[in-house]
């Protein structure tokens, strides 16, 4: 048996990358550029379609690895061009204007790590055997703090596209525990999810151009003004 | 006994013959990365030597402080760096103090150097003191944060006891409190041997200075001593690095054998950590004073993280 074919190996590398995809998340949050925050997300979903994958091997269950690759197709690859092309068609690079300033945000982040932490906990049982059925179970508290930090970011944020990114990067947190506590959703859900995603980064860019157009700038807090 | 008083000569030798080198190393590998012709492997040696041989100036305005200093710092570097395992698990002053104690000498010492500075009244002498003190004020919680991360893992903070520790379980470097906690722990070694994107070793340009400022009024053999302890200095914090987090090859008995194959294996890390630390220091350009602060912040905020997935991936 070969060391990678251990699921103990498995469990620190689904660990391993589940910590990195936290530390992206809050590199997102604490992120000025625009661009370096769009590669964050890229990476982020690269990462996850890597644990789904993980999970997939140990687990042998041939629909899991069609998440992953929705996942890297979809996420880590299409949305961020599209953002991308987006970005550079609306000429503004350094664009992230957060309503909160730098050192508050990480120690916000940093506290709802801990919420998700403290929530996690009560749903986990240490008796719980190691075997590929189990895999990814401790990474729950990762996937609650990605969706609360996402939840954050979107608050946070004033700009059009850094709100859409949040709102993926919530989803992102969505499909961690999707896929680390149930081995992922049936297939046709999962369809129905990458496509609605992949349609709602599509409109909503859309939407941040039109934006742009009207307002020359991407500043929600504008929409107010259209009020008749 | 004569065991003990044994591998604490071998250890100071070591440590004093190998630091030059580990310098050399990075000076020579920068310059042929930047295709340079470079100073050669040695030329930290010749340099101790000859400052060793030469005369030296002492300000008028200097007091006591002056003269002591270069001693505190060069004993409490050398002091430092028994209480770490370099070639045997078991570090031979490990009983006196864990790494609370190495850090705390590092400061003693650099304490020392800061008044150093002060003491002979030259405006260059403050500046880098104060500047000094500044970046290592914030250095110091991403440093103790990243060292008390390891510490709970391995339920000790005597740093035999955590290379012993982790040499017991293979793939716990992988573990990602290990892998926050090291990424930290670069961070801070890079602004504490003020290499580039913190401070430049290679340049006496008054913006920038700061460790060059403090030292600026030594000269002969007490500037020998000071680059000496740099050199040490450099060499604990790679340590640390290097044998706290990837122990293998380690050796736990006294036998030709497994001393010869860790002293082997120790060089090839801490050369390879020479590499990285060059290549980091080739592809970026110096930082804003103003702009290390946030630097370091990234440094605390990883080893914050660290700190909290030992708890958050117990499972």
Known sequence: ?228 | MIEKIFSTLIQIALVLLLSPLVTGFNRAFKARVQTRRGPSLIQPYRDLYKLLRKGMVIPETASWIFTATPYVLFVTTLLASLLIPTVSANAPLSLFGGVLAVVYLLALGRFFLALGGLDTGSSFGGLGSSREMTISAIAEPALMLAVFTVAIGAGSTNLSTVALSALGQSWRFLAPSQMLAFAALFIVLIAETGRIPVDNPATHLELTMIHEAMILEYSGPYLALIEWAAFIKQLVLMTILVNVFFPFGLATDWSAGSVLFSLALFIAKLLLLAIVVAVVEVSNAKMRLFRVPELLAIAFVLSALALVSTFLFQA
């Open chain 1, 1 to 228: 048996m070969h060391f990678w074919q251990d699921v103990l190996f498995g469990n620190r590398m689904i660990t391993l990358m589940a910590a990195m995809v936290l530390v992206l998340q809050i590199t997102m949050v604490t992120q000025r550029w625009l661009v370096t925050s769009i590669r964050a997300f890229a990476v982020q979903s690269f990462l996850l379609a890597c644990i789904a994958n993980t999970i997939a091997y140990y687990n042998n269950a041939p629909h899991i690895y069609a998440a992953a690759l929705f996942m890297l197709v979809v996420k880590a690859i299409l949305l961020p061009v599209i953002f991308e092309r987006l970005v550079s068609k609306i000429e503004i690079r350094q664009e992230i204007e957060p309503l909160i300033n730098a050192p508050i945000t990480v120690i916000i982040t940093g506290l709802l790590t801990l919420l998700a932490y403290v929530v996690a906990e009560s749903l986990h049982r240490p008796d719980e055997p190691m075997g590929p059925a189990s895999l990814g179970h401790n990474t729950l508290a990762v996937a609650i703090a990605l969706f609360l930090i996402g939840f954050f970011m979107m608050v946070n944020r004033r700009k059009a596209l850094t709100q859409v990114l949040a709102l993926l990067s919530l989803e992102n947190g969505i499909f961690l525990a999707a896929i680390s506590l149930t081995y992922g959703m049936p297939m046709i859900v999962e369809i129905g999810i990458f496509f609605d995603v992949l349609v709602a980064g599509m409109v909503l860019a859309i939407l941040v151009y039109r934006i742009r157009e009207t307002f020359d700038s991407t500043d929600v807090s504008r929409l107010s003004r259209l009020k008749g």
